[in-house]
């Protein structure tokens, strides 16, 4: 923005501020200007081309006041956002936005909120924390499991002379209707099914067991009450349904055949190791994820922090959100969610809550930490992380992170980078001053050293 926002921040109780924000007026002025322009493409004013009305033109016509509301409706949100990280505020949840009077010629525009911010944490000692680490393994259960399902993917469906059993696979032809209705696509003709894959509604799968090739069958079944299709809830459906094939899975044998197939190995052997190591690997990769989240958590019980019931809940509600923003890149609704899964929101919500609580102690400890170590990240180190950040467009170029970071600063969300840094080195610095010991060693103090205990 040309001109800086003022704004003035009152601390309140349960974590929660009140901002009062002070819009200059040539800000106000731009965006009155800015909405006329952009009213203006869609009126038709004689004497003028359509899309071509001066923003003056558009003021005059509808009056000062209504094109300032539309454009105060279409920054305040800019502007809600621009006080929030000029004030340097770690928000959360929604705001509670009071809009003043709009303002006259040359006056700048003043409106207020309030909303919770990150608790503070009053720091314990976080040096030297004694913390339960594992040593990574890989059990041969799990490398016969990776195997198995290899196996699997290499499997081959292969026609038999036989009546159908579970596990089996059948070609079949079948028709639903209701009260003698066809059912919308329940008709389908060389339709591959399993028996025992549990994909089809109660009995259709066990109404054919022990079929055979050829063989017709008529099913009377019943939708389940809460069945996808409404229509269909709790009703009673016949099914006519013809056998074309009984096909039997064959899994290759485990020889060294099956290893250059499934993964290009010579032997077996050779394919056991590879797996190995890429478990163990990932083990590795998991070892240390819990070992910094077990840091993290015994410096949060080491700190005071009072996290306000609100702020957890609304933490639960971004979280709850942000999943269902991304299942919706997916192509997955939030009812079909919560169909698929058998809850209700209200019941996600509720056990969103411990995580929530969880990840705001952990916040408010690491902020403390960037506080006391007084923490700031430099501008080589900025670019060093956007460095390792970066990732291909979709037009597969890499973008240049010395130009991010020039945009990030003159966008002036370079501080955000700045405070992500600095909370990624002071967990590195936690972590750096915790000492692992074995899980055996710290079960054996846990039971030692009870809640209250002297």
């Known amino acids: 923005m040309a ?76 502007w809600f956002s621009t006080a929030v990280r000029d004030a340097q505020l770690a928000s959360i949840g929604e705001p509670e936005i009071s809009i003043g009077e709009l303002p006259g010629e040359r006056e700048p525009f003043t409106f207020s909120f309030e909303i919770g911010v990150r608790p503070a944490a009053e720091l314990g000692e976080w040096r030297g924390l004694e913390v339960a680490r594992r040593e990574p393994a890989v059990e041969d259960e799990l490398i016969d499991s990776q195997i198995e399902q290899a196996r699997e993917r290499l499997a081959r469906l292969e026609p038999v002379e036989r009546v159908a059993a579970a596990g089996d ?8 209707s209701v009260d003698g209705e066809p059912i919308e696509g329940a008709q389908a003709r060389a339709q591959l099914i399993e028996l025992g894959g549990g994909g089809l509604i109660p009995g259709f799968e066990e109404g054919l067991l022990g079929s055979s090739a050829g063989e017709q069958r008529t099913l009377e079944l019943h939708f389940p009450d809460d069945y996808g299709v409404p229509a269909l809830a709790g009703q009673d459906a016949i099914f006519e349904i013809t056998v074309s094939e009984v096909r039997e899975k064959l899994l290759p044998e485990l020889d060294d055949d099956f290893a250059l197939d499934a993964a290009g190995f010579d032997t077996l052997a050779e394919l056991r190791e590879d797996l190995r190591t890429k478990l163990l690997e990932a083990d590795e990769t998991a070892v240390e994820r819990e070992f910094r989240e077990a840091v993290i958590d015994a410096a949060a019980d080491a700190a005071t922090v009072t996290v306000p019931e609100p702020l957890i809940e609304a933490r639960a509600k971004e979280a709850w959100e942000q999943r269902l923003h991304a299942l ?51 501008d080589d180190e900025l670019l060093a992380a956007l460095e390792r950040s970066v990732e291909p467009d979709e037009s597969g170029r890499v973008p240049d992170p010395a130009k991010l970071l020039t945009q990030l600063r003159r966008s002036g969300r370079l501080d955000d980078l700045r405070a992500d840094v600095a909370a990624e080195q002071a967990l590195d610095r936690l972590v750096s001053a915790a000492v692992a010991i074995s899980p055996e060693r710290a079960a054996a103090r846990e039971k030692l050293w009870t809640p209250g205990s002297e």
Do not use: N, W
Not at 350 to 376: D, K
């Open 169 to 176: 696979f059948l070609v079949i032809d079948y028709s639903g």
């Open 3 to 78: 001109q800086e926002l003022k704004t003035t921040v009152t601390e309140l109780p349960q974590s929660r501020v009140r901002v009062e924000v002070e819009v200059p007026s040539a800000e106000v002025s731009k965006a009155l200007e800015s909405a006329a322009s952009r009213i203006g493409r869609d009126m038709r004013v004689p004497g003028f081309r359509k899309g071509k009305v001066p923003a003056p033109v558009v003021i005059g016509q509808l009056g000062r006041e209504a094109v300032l509301d539309e454009a105060v409706r279409d920054r305040l949100g800019r």
């Open 328 to 378: 919706s890149h997916r192509g997955v609704s939030k009812d079909a969610y919560l169909q698929i899964i058998g809850s209700t929101e209200e019941q996600m919500l509720e056990g969103a809550r411990p995580s929530a609580e969880r990840a705001l102690r952990a916040e408010a400890v690491i902020a403390a930490i960037v506080a006391q170590e007084a923490i700031e990240p430099s």
